[in-house]
């Protein structure tokens, strides 16, 4: 049973910065492709960022220069630095494994 946790969410000001994490359970983490979620509130879940198993990243355009992917596969952790973050940025962030476990999610809240 895959598990995932994520870490690091609040609140910030905009302009401000978080890092989350996601720890992940099993001894397979590095050949997995992990990435990175977020739903705000009255709209669909979108895609922030993926890693592939061998460190190729992958962002929307909305975060692409300002969130940095990362993972760390000695520790089965993931990561997103998100800088110069946004009141639009508002959301829950999830983790996910491929091909489809999901964490709880984090409350990322960014105030004007």
């Known amino acids: 049973q895959v598990q995932l946790v994520e870490s690091g969410g609040g609140l910030v000001q905009a302009g401000g910065s978080l890092r989350l994490s996601c720890a992940a359970s099993?001894?397979?983490?590095?050949?997995?492709?992990m990435g990175w979620y977020r739903q705000a509130p009255g709209k669909e879940r979108e895609f922030v960022a993926r890693?592939?198993?061998?460190?190729?990243?992958y962002y929307a355009d909305s975060v692409k220069g300002r969130f940095t992917i990362s993972r760390d596969n000695a520790k089965n952790t993931m990561y997103l630095q998100m800088n110069s973050l946004k009141p639009e940025d508002t959301a829950i962030y999830y983790c996910?494994?491929?091909?489809?476990?999901w964490g709880q999610g984090t409350q990322v809240t960014v105030s004007s």
């Open positions: 099993g001894r397979t983490f590095s050949s997995y492709t």
């Open positions: 996910n494994r491929a091909p489809n476990y």
């Open positions: 890693i592939i198993s061998v460190g190729i990243t």
